[in-house]
């Protein structure tokens, strides 16, 4: 076991280290590429950071308003029906948005009924089996410039669909 903690301390500077090293051997301006991929770097966060703002207030005014509520409430007949929770509902809603506030929602699914419970389980694989569509979208497409999505946001929704069962089955299947 202490092998591995020492193994996980020195890696990230023996890396630091062989990339530098490697690109001195290789009679490269290590500090001057450095700087400049951080300006590279920089530029795209100052292009994308409009949306990440407006998905960032969207999100907000959704849980803050109550309306994630509701629509957990009023979809929860059809979602109870196939097996899936109402109570989760809100939770698939944010999870395709915003990684950060879905944790928010999970933490107070785990308050209210446990990290044990059935809902709590079924929460914690949703998390891992779904991804931030519109987020990674978004950022990445505008980050590359790309206009035409063609068929992804079609394919990560059913892929997110597939996770959100897979969440579904696995719970209900998994012995404790």
């Known amino acids: 076991m202490k092998i591995l903690i020492f193994l996980s301390e020195v890696s990230i500077p023996l890396i630091l280290f062989y990339i530098v090293g490697f690109g001195i051997l290789m009679k ?4 001057e590429e ?3 991929g951080a300006k590279d770097g920089l530029k795209t966060v100052v292009g ?5 703002i407006g998905l960032m207030v969207a999100v907000g005014v959704l849980r803050a308003s109550g309306f994630l509520d509701m629509l957990g409430e009023n979809l929860g007949y059809l979602t109870s029906a196939v097996g899936f929770p109402s109570e989760l509902v809100p939770l698939t809603v944010i999870r395709m948005f915003s990684s950060s506030a879905a944790a928010g929602l999970v933490l107070d699914i785990f308050k209210e009924f446990g990290t044990d419970s ?3 389980l079924t929460a914690s694989i949703l998390m891992s089996c779904t991804e931030t569509i519109f987020y990674t979208v978004s950022v990445y497409f505008i980050a590359a410039k790309v206009n035409k999505t063609r068929y992804t946001i079609a394919g990560a929704l059913f892929a997110t669909f597939a996770g959100i069962f897979m969440s579904v089955f696995l ?3 998994l012995k404790i």
Request: aromatic share 12%; proline share 6%.
């Open 34 to 36: 450095f700087v400049k």
């Open 118 to 120: 059935q809902i709590g």
């Open 171 to 173: 719970a209900a299947n």
């Open 48 to 52: 994308i950071l409009p949306t990440l």
């Open 28 to 31: 490269c301006k290590v500090y």
